[in-house]
């Protein structure tokens, strides 16, 4: 049989397979550098894992912590229809019973239906880490498994540094997981614990086991430290596995784990496989969001299917032929996975940009003049150091203010803005910003207090305008970004502000952008074409209405 033959056999077979997804974001993702989750995060993030259609949801190891602890009692009460909640925790300690074991018990007194117990695979580890025997890692691990298993708990055995010690002892790592097996192990998940495999390794040592094992499920938990955690995990499938271990964005210690959201995509659409809950791969976008916002971390633009970038075309040659056949430029429909397709705009566009970026309301797809138009402010503008790739409110005020007549009408002026900043010896700094703005002929004169300029002048805006627009407190900042656009001026540069917002209403995230030598005037251009945008469109809606 020649390899493409082979191939499309193997493609054949995976589909409607079913692959169950195993999400370890409150336990392994906690892992990474910055991420903390609260308690209320975590029983959050639960549900909606839930609502996803994940099969296990490791809650963390119940020993390590009183809130990893609290998180087994608490999530007992969530209505959870579809995941199956999981404790993880090391094999017994050596010299002592499993009904002794402290580690033991605190599994089993979490009351989680699965429990995930780790072991040493390597023989190195069991020389230089555990300092036991072959032979009584091998009872650790038996013993450990068995507990549970005799306690009606479904016991998952994660193969620690498997595909690693198989390396170097392929006889004893396989004897490990069959110590496992015996002991009543449903699931045997293979880590490449240390990210260092490459995908050919993966597939051949995975069918091995697959094999060997034809009556246990095997699964795959790969790290990402070569950048192939996803692509490990896909051929894992392939070669055997029905489970698959990872997180969400592949957050995770190192490099992370294998993406969930990438590996949920591709096996439901790449492989026509069976996971998650049925509608559930359009709710990716939402899910990738929802734990960037919760772990405090920035969103990644470039992530594949969920990212901000994943589906922009900034060529004009792209944008071109993606408005007659979208197929030229994207593997799939964005909305697919919950995201959009963006065009870009920039001094590299051409009118084919504009015509595709400017929301069709404008109405300019086939107005030549208008297209031109907004190009050259938006040359002119970039001229001066915006950017407009992830400011599309911004871009929208831009192009208002371009075509002018019924898409323009300021709904303020600036009389002036004041920040002053107090600052005693160590004490905290202290910050006032007063903002004096004309709307409809009256002045409005508000003051407040923040945690610095750009937080003081939002609430003051927001209050000189929140009797007329309620909808201003919709508004929420997410990312706050600045970047140096001429770098020879040293302190005197100018700066390029981009703020992303949250629209706490719509659930919607938007950019805005301004530009200054001075860092607290481009912050206020940014915020304020933010929240005009935001409640142009408000005023839109209710004429609309």
């Not at 999400?23 to 910055?34: C, H, K, V």
């Not at 997180?247 to 790449?270: M, P, Q, Y």
Request: net charge negative; glycine share 8%.
């Amino acid at each position: 049989m020649n390899a493409k033959v082979k191939n499309a056999k193997n493609a054949e077979t995976m589909k409607s397979k079913r692959v169950e997804l195993y999400d370890t974001t409150l336990r392994d993702g906690t892992q990474a550098q910055g991420v903390n989750f609260s308690l209320k995060d975590k029983l959050e993030i639960a549900e909606h894992l839930d609502a996803l259609g994940v099969d296990y949801i490791e809650g963390g190891y119940p020993l390590s912590n009183p809130k990893d602890e609290q998180f087994f009692q608490e999530v007992a009460k969530l209505n959870l229809k579809t995941a199956r909640i999981a404790a993880f925790g090391m094999t017994r300690r050596k010299n002592i019973t499993a009904e002794q074991d402290v580690g033991m018990q605190a599994l089993l007194n979490s009351g989680a239906p699965a429990v995930t117990i780790v072991g040493k695979t390597w023989d190195l580890h069991v020389r230089d880490v555990l300092r036991v025997s072959e032979d009584e890692n091998r009872e650790m691990i038996f013993d450990s498994v068995q507990i549970m298993a005799k306690a009606g708990r479904e016991a998952i055995y994660d193969a620690e540094h498997f595909y690693d010690g198989y390396r170097a002892n392929p006889e004893y790592a396989i004897a490990t997981l069959q110590s496992a097996c015996d002991a009543g192990a449903v699931c045997l998940a293979l880590c490449d614990t240390n990210g260092g495999s490459t995908s050919d390794y993966i597939a051949e040592v995975t069918r091995t086991v697959a094999e060997t094992f034809g009556d246990v499920k095997i699964g795959i938990h790969c790290h990402n430290d070569s950048g192939l955690a996803v692509a490990n995990s896909l051929i894992a499938v392939r070669s055997g596995a029905v489970h698959v271990q990872g997180t969400i964005n592949g957050i995770g210690e190192r490099c992370g784990n294998a993406d969930l959201v990438c590996v949920a995509a591709n096996l439901a659409l790449k492989y026509g496989c069976d996971v998650l809950q049925p509608g559930a791969i359009a709710k990716l976008s939402e899910i990738s969001r929802l734990i960037y916002e919760l772990a405090n971390l920035n969103l990644r633009e470039h992530q594949p299917f969920v990212g901000s970038a994943a589906f922009a075309h900034k060529g004009g040659m792209h944008v071109h032929a993606v408005q007659r056949n979208v197929s030229t430029y994207e593997h799939i429909d964005p909305a697919v996975v919950g995201n959009a397709r963006r065009v870009l705009v920039s001094e590299l566009s051409g009118v084919s940009n504009i015509a595709a970026a400017v929301p069709k309301k404008f109405n300019i797809a086939d107005d030549k003049d208008s297209q031109r138009k907004v190009l050259q402010r938006v040359m002119d503008m970039e001229g001066e150091g915006y950017e407009f790739e992830a400011a599309e409110a911004s871009l929208e005020m831009l192009v208002r203010k371009t075509l002018g007549g019924k898409w323009y009408q300021s709904l303020w002026e600036l009389d002036h803005y004041r920040c002053v900043i107090l600052k005693r010896g160590s004490e905290e700094a202290l910050t006032e910003a007063t903002v004096k703005i004309v709307r409809d002929g009256k002045p409005v004169h508000t003051v407040a207090e923040g945690d610095g300029p750009v937080d003081s002048l939002t609430k003051a805006l927001k209050a000189a305008l929140r009797d007329e627009y309620s909808h201003v407190d919709d508004l929420h900042l997410m990312d706050y970004r600045v970047r140096v656009v001429n770098t020879q001026a040293e302190t005197a540069a100018r700066v390029r502000v981009v703020i992303e917002w949250r629209d706490a209403n719509t659930g919607a995230c938007f950019g805005s952008v301004g530009t200054d030598e001075n860092i607290v005037d481009a912050s206020w251009l940014a915020l304020a074409d933010a929240i005009e945008y935001k409640l142009l469109i408000e005023k839109e809606k209710s004429t609309e209405g």
